[in-house]
C-alpha cells in the first residue's frame, strides 16, 4: 500500500508542476491538461522506474495471497 501510495503521490506531484510551468509559459484550458499528461507521462517514466517496480511487487504479492486464499476456500468447499 505505501509503495502504491508514494507512486501515485509523486505522479501527482510531476503533473502538478509540469502544468504549473505550462501556466506560467501561459497556456489554459483543455490544452494545459492534456499538455501536462503528457509531460508528466514521458518524466515519470524514467524518473520514477524504481517506484513503479516496488508498487508492481507490493500489488503481485497481494493479488497471490489473494488467489492462495481462494483456491484454499475452493479446496474446503470441495470437501465438503
Not at 502504491?4 to 484550458?29: E, N, P
Not at 516496488?54 to 468447499?77: P, V
Request: hydrophobic share 50%; proline share 1%.
Amino acid at each position: 500500500m505505501r509503495a502504491t501510495l508514494s507512486y501515485t503521490l509523486l505522479r501527482l506531484l510531476i503533473f502538478l508542476a509540469a502544468a504549473l510551468v505550462l501556466a506560467l509559459f501561459g497556456m489554459h484550458g483543455l490544452t494545459l491538461i492534456v499538455t501536462a499528461l503528457v509531460i508528466s507521462a514521458v518524466i515519470s517514466l524514467p524518473l520514477l522506474s524504481r517506484y513503479r517496480d516496488s508498487m508492481s511487487r507490493a500489488l503481485s504479492g497481494r493479488t497471490d495471497s489473494f488467489k492462495a486464499k481462494l483456491d484454499q476456500g475452493t479446496k474446503a468447499e470441495d470437501i465438503d
